[in-house]
């Protein structure tokens, strides 16, 4: 099945630096999806990407969906301490028929030390 | 904003116990799913239904059955609760827009289930 390798598993760094982490599969995808998780909560959707090469905003976070359909990386600009939490992307592929299964990463532990 | 609501946060059972966890979303969504979620594992799909009434086996069905009586709740079943079903369980929602082509999920908080 497809597997997706997501990196780095942790990160612990300084308030106010930059954060970058991708993941990579095995097979194509035609969505991506990142999300973060805080302690003892679900999932929360940030940034959603639909096409090959597109490179999405959202406030101090940047995602892009990989030319190859097989990687994505998420960046956070100016870290801050809410900023810590479990990052995890998700990858979906529709190829005729039905296809509601999301394959997600490990996610990335992020700390950020104030 | 897409709510949706798991029926507990804490639940602590014993084994041999039938379990059930409740999921409403209150969107009109047509799919629902039910993963697990345990350290160094990520996230792995239990079971996930596209309609009423039906459901389809996701990647660790083993122990698990759900029930899709109404379109907004999707309920979990663990018939025997064993402790290696100790987890933390996460219910999420999408839109369908049909050919297989979904929504991004939404998740719910999470239940976390001892099972002692």
């Known amino acids: 099945g497809q597997q997706l390798n997501q990196s780095p598993q942790s990160m612990f760094i300084q308030e106010g630096e930059d954060v970058s982490m991708n993941c990579t599969s095995s097979?194509?995808?035609?969505?991506w999806l990142w999300y973060k998780q805080d302690p003892g909560e679900g999932p929360v959707l940030l940034i959603a990407?639909?096409?090959?090469?597109e490179l999405t905003s959202n406030g101090r976070l940047t995602a892009q969906f990989g030319i190859t359909r097989k990687d994505s990386f998420l960046n956070i600009s100016a870290s801050i301490p809410s900023d810590v939490g479990i990052y995890f992307c998700a990858g979906q592929l529709v190829a005729g028929g039905s296809n509601y299964k999301l394959t997600f990463g490990k996610g990335t532990l992020l700390t950020v030390n104030p | 904003d897409v709510k949706v609501t798991q029926s507990s946060r804490y639940l602590v059972k014993r084994t041999g116990e039938k379990v059930f966890l409740e999921c409403v979303q209150d969107?009109?969504?047509?799919?629902m799913f039910w993963y697990r979620q345990d350290p160094g594992l990520g996230l792995r799909l239990i079971y996930f239904?596209?309609?009423?009434?039906?459901?389809e086996k996701g990647d660790i069905p083993e122990g698990y059955s759900v029930s899709r009586e109404k379109k907004e709740r999707f309920s979990l079943i663990l018939e025997s609760a064993s402790t290696n079903q100790t987890s933390m369980y996460l219910c999420a929602s999408s839109l369908d827009y049909g050919q297989g082509r979904q929504e991004t999920q939404y998740f719910g908080p999470g239940t976390r289930l001892l099972v002692l």
């Open positions: 097979s194509i995808f035609n969505t």
């Open positions: 990407l639909y096409k090959a090469g």
């Open positions: 239904s596209y309609d009423v009434k039906m459901k």
């Open positions: 969107m009109d969504h047509e799919n």
